[in-house]
């Protein structure tokens, strides 16, 4: 994890250079008024990958462009729009990458087919390694 | 000079390894007893002439000589000394030399204490050591010299990550290292043992203190890094699942799970092939994650090393060595029998079930971190993080948490679950209240789960003790005590953090006050203030909690100029239930500021569950070596009896 | 006793020695490509970036011809570097028209003024919302949009010199 200070030379300090002027966006830091539609956006914000820090999601980010999401997911929660149309429209725009939460398709079965196997290797090995007692 | 001394010693110890793999194979292969007394004297010199050649490098930081093109791009002499030491290992070169360093060091230490293993083992084992040393010092003379000089001095250095400047980071990276490396030895006791067919409980014994030790750097090193990322990231966040996460949790699992099985080995000489294999494969994963860290092919790291040349020749070393040692594995395994079988409710039976457990568990993260190499290669880029990693590991963890509560209790070779029925429906009741507990206060369903089985846990990892008088147990046994207690009070932590956080994002003007959960923050002032090479905006934030005495904060939003970077430095007001987090962020509009608060439920109990865990590796550890000194002691006592009798 | 099983670890770290090696040889693409390509530009209506250009709304890319969009920042450094690329597309007879994500109009005023302005029409993206709603995932990046407002083609990064030429030729296709 030492490189992880490394990792964090892209995520967390943003070069000087490159921050703009402008205010942030209304609702990059700020939350909902209803604390329900705000714990969806969060779970929602927790789960998209921000575009500009490679590995992070958009909820731990300073980069502006995080906030940007950030203020897109509020509004259209407030606006009624459901979590998971948000990430499918995100997903329609950045495809698998933007989404944290892999969805089972024909690039990402063995990630779900995998643990099954390994269940199914554990149960094996330990019914092998048992005597069977009568 | 300096330079020169250490590139001198580092050349030596790397011929010294050379000879150490050398002299330790021919020993081992032909029982040559004039060959074989170079062998331990090899392993400690180049033992000596490493760290030499590390302290030569901390030097020429501690001096900050423009000169050594390392300091150079990496130092400043602005920098307060610690940091300049730090940035000695704060870098590729540096790294991989303290890496050699621990390797050749810890050779060092088993070549000079290490009575137990017949000789030829302990050569075989000692020219492993050698063996893979010296690949490393291969990579260090051939491609990433520390001690390269610049032809022209530089006037001034490029100074280190500003993230790298802080005290808990200057000396996370040695404490990770000690567990990624000391796992080295447990590598080489493997590929040892299976080259002299010599699997047997006294090899378990003997390797079982080194993977102890190492073990217990790496659940500190993890702790440490978790709780950095924590307060230095400024968003709350104490675990991301992240590649380079993952690469320190993955030698850790495996690592936990071959401590089980050299327990069996020892106690029961059995799993012998299944105990090799994770000995190879605990050090295996900590190369793997140095490769994927330092290759830069899976994350974009682009602090180290990300250079084709150099991710080529680690994953060449990759190749030799792991492929190397799972081929010797292959090969030799089958003529290792494995042992007996087990009944399911025994000791071994539990341990067995936790074993298969963790490895699954570790194939999982292993899947998870591959797997978006795997579909980079087929053109199409994919993210696994939280969602995947948190209920998919909750198969595995889940059941295995559940042995947990009565393993313990199980006595070896055979046992009824009826014996320990009243422990177990103590266990169980403990789960239940847990239970009603975290369904009362409305928690998610993974910390339901979480503050559940912990809260069982924390209750059965104490019953072991229930009835005997606490002088008389064994410190290996309060070590495990001890450290399963640590994993319940973690995992009670992370489900409070995760089910009870509250956040409070509000701009507010000097003098405003904000509330999170029970706290009352009030913005007091803004002022700015300099440190050695950074400027910064220093809030001092009033937080009262439930009307109390007020708290004074400190969080700062600080510009370093060299190079110019901005980080967020947050304030922690901790109480013994839980941490207040809050974190000073920029102008939101003329007067007023944004902050950020955070009000976590025990969530410090993630930290204090680590280290338990680690202490308890300690007191187990201490045991061990107590228990081997006696014996020692004893038949040495009656060696010297017999021969007063002859 | 089979021995197959035991070169099963062998096996694994195999297939992961083959993906790491051949990843090592691919060259590393950290970029996020949009997957809006082939697909209609959103409904969109953006305030003029600059006081001397109109402002940009879909109808304006809806009307027949090819275009290049090229999203920009004032305060983005390598845009200023690929000012002179667009000035020759420019030149070459390509359409091209701005959008400038989170920008003051006295800094797109002042950046045009020292860069030049090679642009028809600048959009005011304040809140990224353009960029997000076509894939794009940082400053600069051109797009090739068709006169029927289909998005054609993304170039991400700044516009070497050598890129010229490839990104008329996009701009033909997408007008035949």
């Not at chain 2, 970077?565 to 939101?588: C, D, F, M, P």
Request: contains cysteine; aromatic residues 10%.
């Amino acid at each position: 994890m030492r490189a992880l200070a490394g990792l964090l030379l892209v995520l967390a300090a943003l070069p000087l250079a490159a921050q703009d002027a402008m205010p942030p966006a209304p609702y990059a830091y700020r939350q909902l008024e209803d604390p329900a539609l705000e714990a969806r956006a969060q779970g929602l914000m927790e789960t998209l990958r921000c575009l500009k820090c490679q590995s992070q999601s958009i909820a731990d980010s300073d980069a502006p462009m995080a906030g940007d999401m950030r203020h897109q997911v509020r509004t259209r929660i407030a606006a009624g729009e459901d979590p998971e149309a948000i990430r499918e429209w995100m997903m329609e725009r950045y495809g698998d990458y933007v989404s944290y939460a892999p969805v089972v398709s024909r690039t990402t079965w063995p990630l779900f087919a995998g643990p099954l196997v390994l269940l199914g290797i554990a149960a094996l090995l330990i019914w092998r390694r048992f005597r069977r007692s009568a | 000079m300096i330079a020169e001394l250490g590139l001198a010693a580092l050349w030596m110890a790397a011929a010294l390894a050379a000879l150490q793999l050398a002299a330790g194979f021919l020993a081992a292969r032909q029982d040559d007893a004039e060959i074989a007394i170079l062998v331990r004297p090899a392993a400690v010199v180049q033992g000596v002439l490493c760290a030499f050649a590390f302290a030569m490098l901390v030097w020429l930081f501690a001096r900050t000589d423009l000169s050594v093109k390392l300091v150079a791009m990496n130092s400043h002499s602005d920098k307060p000394l610690v940091f300049k030491l730090a940035g000695a290992w704060g870098n590729h070169e540096g790294s991989m030399l303290l890496w050699v360093t621990v390797m050749s060091a810890a050779g060092a230490l088993i070549a000079l204490v290490e009575r137990r293993l017949p000789d030829r083992t302990m050569q075989a084992t000692l020219a492993a050591q050698g063996f893979v040393a010296l690949g490393f010092y291969a990579f260090l003379l051939f491609s990433s010299n520390p001690f390269e000089r610049l032809p022209i001095p530089a006037l001034e250095g490029n100074g280190l990550n500003p993230l790298l400047q802080d005290i808990g980071l200057a000396f996370h990276p040695p404490t990770l290292y000690l567990g990624y490396v000391g796992l080295s030895v447990a590598f080489s006791f493997a590929v040892g043992a299976l080259l002299t067919r010599q699997v047997t409980p006294d090899f378990a014994r003997a390797m079982r203190p080194w993977v102890l030790g190492a073990w217990i750097f790496l659940t500190v090193g993890i702790t440490a890094g978790s709780y950095w990322a924590y307060y230095e990231l400024g968003w709350g966040g104490w675990w991301f699942w992240d590649p380079v996460e993952n690469a320190s949790l993955m030698p850790w699992l495996a690592a936990t799970a071959l401590l089980h099985s050299a327990s069996v080995l020892a106690a029961r000489d059995a799993l012998r092939a299944w105990t090799i294999m994770l000995g190879v494969v605990a050090f295996s994963m900590s190369m793997v994650g140095t490769f994927l860290v330092r290759s830069g092919i899976l994350t974009s790291v682009h602090a180290f090393a990300v250079d084709p040349e150099r991710g080529t020749f680690i994953l060449v070393l990759l190749a030799i060595y792991i492929g190397g040692a799972l081929a010797v594995f292959g090969l030799r395994a089958g003529s290792v029998a494995e042992g007996g079988k087990f009944e399911a409710v025994s000791r071994e039976g539990a341990l067995v079930i936790n074993n298969v457990l963790l490895s699954a568990i570790l194939g999982v993260v292993l899947l998870g971190t591959l797997y978006p190499l795997l579909t980079e290669a087929m053109g199409v880029r994919v993210s696994v993080g939280p969602p995947y990693f948190d209920p998919v590991g909750a198969i595995f963890v889940v059941p295995m948490l559940l042995v947990m509560l009565v393993g313990p209790l199980l006595r070896w070779r055979q046992d009824r679950l009826a014996r320990v029925r009243r422990s177990a429906i103590i266990g169980m009741v403990a789960v239940l209240a847990g239970l009603l507990l975290a369904i009362a206060l409305g928690a998610g369903v993974l910390p339901t789960l979480g503050i559940a089985l912990g809260a069982g846990l924390a209750v059965a990892s104490v019953l072991p003790l229930k009835g005997r008088r606490l002088r008389r147990v064994p410190l290996a046994t309060r070590g495990m005590v001890t450290a399963h207690l640590g994993i319940a009070v973690a995992l009670l932590g992370m489900a409070s953090e995760s089910a009870f956080s509250e956040e409070r994002l509000a701009a507010i003007k000097v003098g405003q006050q904000a509330s999170v959960g029970p706290w009352q923050v009030t913005l007091a002032a803004v002022d700015p203030v300099a440190g050695p090479n950074w400027t910064a905006l220093e809030g001092v934030m009033l937080a009262s909690y439930d009307g109390g005495a007020p708290i004074e904060l400190h969080p700062q939003a600080r510009s370093f100029w060299s190079p110019p970077q901005e980080t967020t430095e947050s304030a922690l007001a901790t109480r013994w239930n839980g941490q207040l987090y809050a974190v000073l962020g920029k102008a939101a509009d003329g007067e007023r500021w944004q902050v950020r608060l955070w009000w976590k439920p025990f969530v410090t109990l993630i930290w204090y569950g680590g280290l338990l865990v680690a202490l308890g590796g300690l007191l187990a550890l201490l045991g061990r070596v107590r228990d081997d000194l006696r014996r020692r002691y004893v038949t040495r006592k009656a060696a010297e009896r017999r021969e007063a009798a002859a | 006793m089979r021995g197959w099983r035991f070169f099963l670890p062998l096996g694994i770290f195999a297939l992961f020695l083959g993906i790491a090696g051949y990843q090592l040889t691919q060259p590393k693409d950290d970029f996020v490509h949009s997957t809006m390509i082939g697909r209609p530009m959103p409904e969109f209506a953006m305030r003029p970036a600059s006081p001397d250009r109109p402002g940009l709304s879909l109808a304006d890319l809806k009307d027949g011809t090819p275009k290049l969009l090229n999203i920009w920042a004032s305060w983005c450094i390598p845009c200023a570097a690929e000012a002179p690329q667009l000035a020759a597309l420019k030149a070459q007879g390509a359409p091209i028209v701005g959008v400038a994500i989170r920008d003051r109009p006295e800094d797109v005023a002042a950046f045009l003024a020292r860069y030049g302005n090679p642009f028809d029409r600048i959009g005011a993206d304040d809140l990224s919302e353009l960029q997000l709603a076509i894939g794009s995932s940082g400053v600069p990046e051109t797009f090739v949009i068709d006169g029927d407002g289909i998005i054609r083609y993304q170039h991400i990064g700044d516009i070497r010199a050598s890129d010229v030429p490839m990104l008329m030729e996009k701009l033909r296709e997408a007008g035949r």
